[in-house]
């Protein structure tokens, strides 16, 4: 029996583990067209992002609420230069681990017209979302996912996309348009400053 027990909980770690990394995303229909039409399947993560999504001129268009029933919707794009919304889930380690850099990011940048937002689903955890926004002190808005961001997900987290006031997304030139994994403070000064005014 404990064997039984020991298996579930090392098979458990292991899915928790997959859905976090970073992967090659297939989900994705532009990416899945270019897989069918023979191109090879086997680019890393950013590649095949940037390659799914090399049109961007997608807007994003959302209305949710944040954890309070506060509404929120695309309108708040026209405010900043720059949103970051980043897509996470309060049982995904390296979610949990890059929002310390998130919350500086978004002090250090906030002057400069960046706007942090972050997005979650599982509601059925929100006592877990109470520690990890109080134990990392998050200022920035936390909102509830809805079905208006399907289209935005790259199947794993944490996933993130940029933002410009016109509510377009960015098509970064290394990252592509959906920025798969978790990245340090340094690593995201890097890839937010150049759409920030000066």
């Known amino acids: 029996m404990k064997k039984l027990v020991a298996m579930i909980m090392c098979l458990t770690m292991v899915l928790a583990f997959a859905s976090c990394s970073q992967a090659t995303i297939k989900k994705d229909t532009k990416t899945t067209k270019a897989i069918e039409k023979g191109n090879d399947d086997k680019k890393d993560t950013d590649e095949t992002v940037k390659d799914s999504e090399e049109s961007s001129g997608d807007k994003v268009s959302f209305s949710t609420t944040d954890r ?31 929002i310390p850099d998130l919350q500086k990011l978004y002090d250090n940048y906030a002057d400069l017209d960046l706007l942090v937002i972050g997005v979650y689903s599982e509601e059925g955890m929100e006592e877990d979302v109470d520690t990890i926004l109080s134990d990392n002190g998050v200022t920035y808005p936390i909102l509830k996912y809805t079905s208006d961001f399907d289209k935005y997900q790259s199947g794993y987290v944490p996933t993130t996309i940029l933002v410009d006031r016109q509510g377009n997304i960015i098509d970064t030139e290394n990252n592509g348009t959906l920025i798969v994994g978790s990245h340090s403070y340094s690593d995201w000064e890097d890839i937010v400053t150049p759409y920030l005014g000066e």
Do not use: K, Q, R, Y
């Open 68 to 98: 309070d029933g506060n509404s929120f919707n695309d309108s708040l794009f026209a405010d900043h230069d720059l949103t970051l919304i980043n897509f996470w889930e309060p049982w995904c380690g390296p979610c949990v681990n890059e």
